[in-house]
Protein backbone atom coordinates (compact mmCIF):
# COMPACT_ATOMS: atom_id res chain seq x y z
CA UNK A 1 0.00 0.00 0.00
CA UNK A 2 2.79 2.42 0.85
CA UNK A 3 4.67 1.63 -2.27
CA UNK A 4 1.33 2.27 -4.57
CA UNK A 5 0.52 5.86 -2.52
CA UNK A 6 4.34 6.71 -3.17
CA UNK A 7 3.63 6.30 -6.91
CA UNK A 8 0.13 8.12 -6.60
CA UNK A 9 2.43 10.80 -4.76
CA UNK A 10 5.11 11.02 -7.72
CA UNK A 11 2.28 10.80 -10.43
CA UNK A 12 0.35 13.65 -9.15
CA UNK A 13 4.15 15.56 -8.90
CA UNK A 14 4.94 15.02 -12.21
CA UNK A 15 1.49 16.30 -13.34
CA UNK A 16 1.84 19.05 -12.00
CA UNK A 17 5.22 19.86 -12.78
CA UNK A 18 4.46 19.39 -16.18
CA UNK A 19 1.14 21.08 -16.12
CA UNK A 20 2.90 23.80 -14.84
CA UNK A 21 5.18 24.17 -17.63
CA UNK A 22 2.69 24.15 -20.28
CA UNK A 23 1.05 26.97 -18.58
CA UNK A 24 4.42 28.76 -18.68
CA UNK A 25 4.89 27.98 -22.20
CA UNK A 26 1.77 30.13 -22.88
CA UNK A 27 2.52 32.83 -20.34
CA UNK A 28 6.22 33.57 -20.42
CA UNK A 29 5.76 34.50 -24.62
CA UNK A 30 3.25 36.52 -23.64
CA UNK A 31 5.32 38.51 -20.99
CA UNK A 32 8.14 39.22 -23.50
CA UNK A 33 6.07 40.29 -25.89
CA UNK A 34 4.16 43.41 -23.25
CA UNK A 35 7.75 44.00 -22.18
CA UNK A 36 9.37 44.45 -25.26
CA UNK A 37 6.55 45.17 -27.77
CA UNK A 38 8.12 42.21 -29.95
CA UNK A 39 5.81 39.23 -31.05
CA UNK A 40 7.40 36.29 -29.05
CA UNK A 41 6.69 32.58 -29.49
CA UNK A 42 8.00 29.03 -27.76
CA UNK A 43 7.72 25.58 -28.15
CA UNK A 44 8.39 24.93 -24.76
CA UNK A 45 9.62 25.76 -20.78
CA UNK A 46 10.78 23.46 -18.37
CA UNK A 47 10.68 24.74 -14.96
CA UNK A 48 12.65 23.20 -12.06
CA UNK A 49 12.68 25.32 -8.75
CA UNK A 50 14.91 23.29 -6.55
CA UNK A 51 17.77 23.82 -8.13
CA UNK A 52 16.12 27.76 -9.76
CA UNK A 53 16.69 27.20 -13.34
CA UNK A 54 14.48 27.24 -16.21
CA UNK A 55 14.70 26.38 -19.58
CA UNK A 56 12.86 28.23 -22.85
CA UNK A 57 13.42 25.78 -25.96
CA UNK A 58 12.62 27.01 -29.35
CA UNK A 59 12.47 31.05 -28.56
CA UNK A 60 11.56 32.87 -31.46
CA UNK A 61 10.48 36.72 -31.58
CA UNK A 62 8.80 38.34 -34.76
CA UNK A 63 6.41 37.96 -37.35
CA UNK A 64 6.78 35.12 -39.43
CA UNK A 65 8.21 35.39 -42.59
CA UNK A 66 5.71 33.78 -45.48
CA UNK A 67 8.47 32.54 -47.47
CA UNK A 68 10.87 31.89 -45.43
CA UNK A 69 9.09 30.56 -42.69
CA UNK A 70 11.68 32.14 -40.19
CA UNK A 71 11.11 34.74 -37.58
CA UNK A 72 13.52 37.84 -36.99
CA UNK A 73 15.30 35.99 -34.04
CA UNK A 74 15.22 32.66 -33.26
CA UNK A 75 16.81 30.50 -30.06
CA UNK A 76 17.18 27.09 -29.68
CA UNK A 77 17.56 27.31 -26.15
CA UNK A 78 17.54 29.88 -23.20
CA UNK A 79 18.52 28.78 -19.75
CA UNK A 80 18.98 30.61 -16.77
CA UNK A 81 19.62 29.45 -13.22
CA UNK A 82 18.76 31.83 -10.27
CA UNK A 83 20.47 31.07 -6.60
CA UNK A 84 17.13 30.32 -4.58
CA UNK A 85 18.96 31.63 -1.24
CA UNK A 86 19.81 34.94 -3.16
CA UNK A 87 15.76 35.73 -3.13
CA UNK A 88 15.50 35.94 0.80
CA UNK A 89 18.48 38.52 0.81
CA UNK A 90 19.81 42.03 -0.41
CA UNK A 91 20.76 41.21 -3.83
CA UNK A 92 19.70 38.80 -6.50
CA UNK A 93 21.79 35.92 -7.99
CA UNK A 94 21.44 34.75 -11.59
CA UNK A 95 24.34 32.12 -11.76
CA UNK A 96 24.27 31.43 -15.48
CA UNK A 97 22.70 32.70 -18.89
CA UNK A 98 22.76 30.64 -21.29
CA UNK A 99 21.37 31.35 -25.27
CA UNK A 100 22.36 28.34 -27.09
CA UNK A 101 22.03 28.22 -31.12
CA UNK A 102 20.44 31.56 -31.82
CA UNK A 103 19.84 32.95 -34.85
CA UNK A 104 18.75 36.35 -36.71
CA UNK A 105 17.27 36.50 -39.50
CA UNK A 106 17.43 40.14 -40.83
CA UNK A 107 15.13 40.49 -44.31
CA UNK A 108 15.62 43.40 -46.75
CA UNK A 109 12.74 43.96 -49.07
CA UNK A 110 12.45 44.44 -52.36
CA UNK A 111 12.37 48.56 -51.67
CA UNK A 112 15.28 48.00 -49.31
CA UNK A 113 13.05 48.80 -45.94
CA UNK A 114 14.03 46.59 -42.77
CA UNK A 115 11.06 45.44 -41.05
CA UNK A 116 12.59 44.24 -38.60
CA UNK A 117 13.65 47.92 -37.55
CA UNK A 118 10.60 49.15 -37.19
CA UNK A 119 10.63 47.23 -33.24
CA UNK A 120 13.52 49.62 -32.43
CA UNK A 121 11.34 51.96 -31.10
CA UNK A 122 9.05 49.98 -29.05
CA UNK A 123 12.42 48.65 -27.35
CA UNK A 124 13.86 51.69 -26.68
CA UNK A 125 10.76 53.20 -25.16
CA UNK A 126 10.30 50.11 -23.23
CA UNK A 127 13.96 50.16 -22.16
CA UNK A 128 13.74 54.07 -21.20
CA UNK A 129 10.36 53.42 -18.81
CA UNK A 130 12.87 50.68 -17.43
CA UNK A 131 15.85 52.87 -16.75
CA UNK A 132 13.64 55.35 -15.42
CA UNK A 133 12.40 52.74 -12.12
CA UNK A 134 15.35 52.19 -9.44
CA UNK A 135 17.90 49.49 -10.40
CA UNK A 136 17.31 46.41 -9.33
CA UNK A 137 19.94 44.89 -6.76
CA UNK A 138 20.83 42.10 -9.02
CA UNK A 139 24.22 40.07 -10.01
CA UNK A 140 24.95 37.99 -13.28
CA UNK A 141 27.61 35.96 -12.72
CA UNK A 142 27.92 34.25 -16.57
CA UNK A 143 26.30 35.07 -19.38
CA UNK A 144 27.25 32.32 -22.38
CA UNK A 145 26.38 32.04 -26.39
CA UNK A 146 27.20 29.67 -27.62
CA UNK A 147 26.76 28.67 -31.60
CA UNK A 148 24.80 31.54 -32.77
CA UNK A 149 24.20 32.71 -36.52
CA UNK A 150 23.35 35.69 -38.46
CA UNK A 151 21.61 35.76 -41.78
CA UNK A 152 21.05 39.11 -43.92
CA UNK A 153 18.24 38.10 -47.21
CA UNK A 154 17.99 40.77 -49.31
CA UNK A 155 15.57 40.71 -51.41
CA UNK A 156 16.22 44.11 -53.26
CA UNK A 157 19.06 42.55 -54.98
CA UNK A 158 18.86 40.42 -58.11
CA UNK A 159 21.29 37.98 -56.72
CA UNK A 160 20.01 37.69 -53.58
CA UNK A 161 23.50 37.10 -51.85
CA UNK A 162 23.14 35.54 -48.07
CA UNK A 163 25.36 37.14 -45.62
CA UNK A 164 26.03 34.43 -43.44
CA UNK A 165 28.08 35.38 -39.89
CA UNK A 166 28.27 31.90 -38.18
CA UNK A 167 30.13 30.19 -35.55
CA UNK A 168 29.53 33.17 -32.78
CA UNK A 169 30.60 32.51 -29.03
CA UNK A 170 30.10 34.96 -26.54
CA UNK A 171 31.00 34.91 -23.19
CA UNK A 172 31.14 37.60 -20.24
CA UNK A 173 31.82 36.74 -16.99
CA UNK A 174 29.96 38.96 -14.70
CA UNK A 175 27.77 42.13 -14.28
CA UNK A 176 27.20 43.33 -10.84
CA UNK A 177 24.39 46.33 -10.13
CA UNK A 178 25.28 46.66 -6.58
CA UNK A 179 29.38 46.68 -7.17
CA UNK A 180 30.12 46.58 -10.29
CA UNK A 181 33.64 46.28 -11.92
CA UNK A 182 35.25 45.31 -15.07
CA UNK A 183 34.57 41.62 -16.18
CA UNK A 184 36.30 39.47 -19.03
CA UNK A 185 34.62 39.33 -22.31
CA UNK A 186 35.06 37.07 -25.60
CA UNK A 187 33.74 36.62 -29.04
CA UNK A 188 34.42 35.08 -31.89
CA UNK A 189 32.78 34.84 -34.97
CA UNK A 190 33.01 33.68 -38.34
CA UNK A 191 32.75 35.74 -41.66
CA UNK A 192 31.43 33.59 -44.36
CA UNK A 193 33.95 30.65 -45.01
CA UNK A 194 37.53 31.94 -43.95
CA UNK A 195 36.75 35.79 -42.34
CA UNK A 196 37.00 35.69 -38.55
CA UNK A 197 36.48 37.58 -36.26
CA UNK A 198 37.71 38.02 -32.43
CA UNK A 199 36.52 40.54 -29.80
CA UNK A 200 38.55 40.14 -25.91
CA UNK A 201 38.86 42.65 -23.49
CA UNK A 202 36.92 43.56 -20.27
CA UNK A 203 33.72 45.55 -19.93
CA UNK A 204 31.25 46.96 -16.98
CA UNK A 205 27.86 46.59 -18.11
CA UNK A 206 26.55 47.61 -14.62
CA UNK A 207 27.12 51.21 -14.36
CA UNK A 208 24.51 53.46 -15.54
CA UNK A 209 27.59 54.92 -17.44
CA UNK A 210 29.12 52.25 -19.25
CA UNK A 211 32.88 51.11 -19.77
CA UNK A 212 35.18 48.95 -21.59
CA UNK A 213 38.46 48.76 -22.90
CA UNK A 214 37.79 45.94 -26.12
CA UNK A 215 40.13 44.67 -28.59
CA UNK A 216 38.50 43.02 -31.73
CA UNK A 217 40.30 42.09 -34.97
CA UNK A 218 38.88 41.54 -38.64
CA UNK A 219 40.80 38.81 -40.62
CA UNK A 220 40.74 37.54 -43.95
CA UNK A 221 37.38 38.72 -44.88
CA UNK A 222 36.75 38.07 -49.01
CA UNK A 223 35.85 40.93 -50.03
CA UNK A 224 34.16 39.94 -53.53
CA UNK A 225 31.15 38.45 -51.30
CA UNK A 226 30.61 42.39 -50.92
CA UNK A 227 30.26 43.03 -54.56
CA UNK A 228 26.42 43.17 -55.23
CA UNK A 229 26.97 45.67 -52.24
CA UNK A 230 29.63 47.78 -53.91
CA UNK A 231 27.96 48.03 -57.31
CA UNK A 232 24.59 49.56 -55.81
CA UNK A 233 26.02 51.88 -53.54
CA UNK A 234 29.41 52.74 -55.98
CA UNK A 235 29.08 51.53 -59.30
CA UNK A 236 31.83 49.47 -58.55
CA UNK A 237 32.77 45.80 -59.19
CA UNK A 238 34.63 43.64 -56.89
CA UNK A 239 37.02 41.25 -58.36
CA UNK A 240 39.22 40.32 -55.11
CA UNK A 241 40.24 41.48 -51.90
CA UNK A 242 41.04 40.73 -48.35
CA UNK A 243 40.26 42.35 -45.74
CA UNK A 244 41.54 42.83 -41.98
CA UNK A 245 41.25 45.20 -39.60
CA UNK A 246 42.07 45.72 -36.18
CA UNK A 247 40.77 48.25 -33.24
CA UNK A 248 41.41 49.69 -29.83
CA UNK A 249 37.83 50.11 -28.11
CA UNK A 250 37.67 52.22 -25.24
CA UNK A 251 34.54 53.27 -23.31
CA UNK A 252 34.77 55.23 -20.47
CA UNK A 253 31.71 56.25 -18.99
CA UNK A 254 29.77 55.88 -22.56
CA UNK A 255 32.30 57.97 -24.22
CA UNK A 256 34.04 56.35 -26.93
CA UNK A 257 37.46 56.55 -28.11
CA UNK A 258 38.44 54.36 -30.90
CA UNK A 259 40.99 53.82 -33.39
CA UNK A 260 41.10 50.98 -36.68
CA UNK A 261 43.83 49.62 -38.42
CA UNK A 262 42.68 48.68 -41.60
CA UNK A 263 44.99 46.31 -43.91
CA UNK A 264 43.34 45.52 -47.48
CA UNK A 265 45.62 42.94 -49.65
CA UNK A 266 45.06 42.55 -53.43
CA UNK A 267 42.19 44.67 -53.82
CA UNK A 268 40.88 44.47 -57.65
CA UNK A 269 37.74 46.35 -58.52
CA UNK A 270 36.24 48.10 -62.04
CA UNK A 271 33.84 50.65 -62.25
CA UNK A 272 30.49 49.51 -63.71
CA UNK A 273 29.99 51.31 -67.52
CA UNK A 274 26.65 52.83 -67.47
CA UNK A 275 25.96 51.87 -63.68
CA UNK A 276 24.83 55.10 -61.24
CA UNK A 277 25.32 54.69 -57.69
CA UNK A 278 22.30 54.58 -55.54
CA UNK A 279 22.10 56.33 -52.54
CA UNK A 280 23.49 54.85 -48.97
CA UNK A 281 21.33 53.35 -46.61
CA UNK A 282 21.73 52.13 -43.09
CA UNK A 283 22.42 48.38 -44.50
CA UNK A 284 25.06 50.42 -46.60
CA UNK A 285 26.49 52.53 -43.55
CA UNK A 286 26.74 48.79 -42.28
CA UNK A 287 28.39 47.00 -45.03
CA UNK A 288 30.97 50.93 -46.48
CA UNK A 289 33.99 49.20 -44.38
CA UNK A 290 33.99 46.29 -46.92
CA UNK A 291 33.05 47.85 -50.46
CA UNK A 292 34.93 51.47 -50.05
CA UNK A 293 38.38 50.05 -50.14
CA UNK A 294 37.11 48.25 -53.87
CA UNK A 295 35.66 51.48 -54.64
CA UNK A 296 39.04 53.49 -54.05
CA UNK A 297 40.74 50.72 -55.44
CA UNK A 298 39.06 51.49 -58.85
CA UNK A 299 40.29 54.96 -59.10
CA UNK A 300 43.45 54.31 -58.14
CA UNK A 301 44.86 51.48 -59.84
CA UNK A 302 46.44 50.48 -56.42
CA UNK A 303 46.25 46.41 -54.85
CA UNK A 304 46.86 46.99 -50.60
CA UNK A 305 46.18 49.99 -48.79
CA UNK A 306 47.53 50.33 -45.23
CA UNK A 307 45.53 53.30 -43.31
CA UNK A 308 43.80 54.22 -39.27
CA UNK A 309 41.10 56.00 -38.50
CA UNK A 310 39.23 56.66 -35.61
CA UNK A 311 35.75 56.96 -34.34
CA UNK A 312 34.99 58.97 -31.13
CA UNK A 313 31.42 59.78 -29.38
CA UNK A 314 29.08 59.09 -26.36
CA UNK A 315 27.29 56.30 -27.30
CA UNK A 316 24.30 57.60 -25.26
CA UNK A 317 24.02 60.21 -27.86
CA UNK A 318 20.51 59.64 -29.69
CA UNK A 319 22.45 60.44 -33.15
CA UNK A 320 25.21 58.39 -32.41
CA UNK A 321 25.32 55.23 -34.43
CA UNK A 322 28.86 53.19 -34.48
CA UNK A 323 28.23 51.70 -38.10
CA UNK A 324 27.26 55.43 -39.57
CA UNK A 325 30.10 56.70 -37.61
CA UNK A 326 32.59 54.21 -39.23
CA UNK A 327 31.43 54.72 -42.57
CA UNK A 328 31.58 58.32 -42.22
CA UNK A 329 35.11 58.42 -40.46
CA UNK A 330 36.41 56.24 -42.92
CA UNK A 331 35.34 58.21 -45.78
CA UNK A 332 36.65 61.28 -44.57
CA UNK A 333 39.98 59.07 -43.81
CA UNK A 334 40.24 57.81 -47.61
CA UNK A 335 39.60 62.05 -49.09
CA UNK A 336 42.48 63.17 -46.80
CA UNK A 337 44.54 60.77 -48.17
CA UNK A 338 43.94 60.02 -51.78
CA UNK A 339 41.77 62.94 -51.95
CA UNK A 340 38.14 62.87 -53.34
CA UNK A 341 36.91 60.23 -55.57
CA UNK A 342 33.70 59.99 -57.19
CA UNK A 343 33.01 55.97 -56.45
CA UNK A 344 33.05 57.11 -52.80
CA UNK A 345 29.93 57.99 -51.92
CA UNK A 346 29.72 59.82 -48.55
CA UNK A 347 27.36 58.17 -46.08
CA UNK A 348 23.98 59.90 -45.01
CA UNK A 349 22.81 61.03 -41.52
CA UNK A 350 21.50 57.54 -39.85
CA UNK A 351 18.41 58.98 -38.39
CA UNK A 352 17.51 60.58 -41.76
CA UNK A 353 18.26 57.18 -43.50
CA UNK A 354 16.10 55.34 -40.55
CA UNK A 355 13.10 57.08 -41.00
CA UNK A 356 13.56 56.67 -44.98
CA UNK A 357 14.34 52.84 -44.71
CA UNK A 358 11.46 52.65 -42.49
CA UNK A 359 9.06 54.52 -44.65
CA UNK A 360 8.36 57.45 -41.96
Request: charged fraction near 20%.
Amino acid sequence: MKTKNIIKILVVIVALKLLLNIVLTFLIPGIIASKTGIPTKALFVNLNILPGSMSIYGLKFGNQNPKAGTRAISIGKFYVNVSILSLLSSQYIIQKILVNKPIIHLEVTQNQKIPALAWKKNVLAKKKAAQDKAHIPLLIRNIIVRHGRIQLDDHSLTQQPALLVSKINFSLDEIDFINPKMAALELTALIFDKGTVEIKGNADLGKPKISAKLLPVIQNVDLIRFSPYCERYTAVKIQSGLFNMDSQVNIKENYLDSSHHVLATNVEAKPLSGAEAKNTSVLGNVLAIFYQIPALASEKKEKNFDFTFYVKGFITDPNFDFSGLMAQEMTSTIQKIWGVLKHIPTPIGVIEDLGNILGL
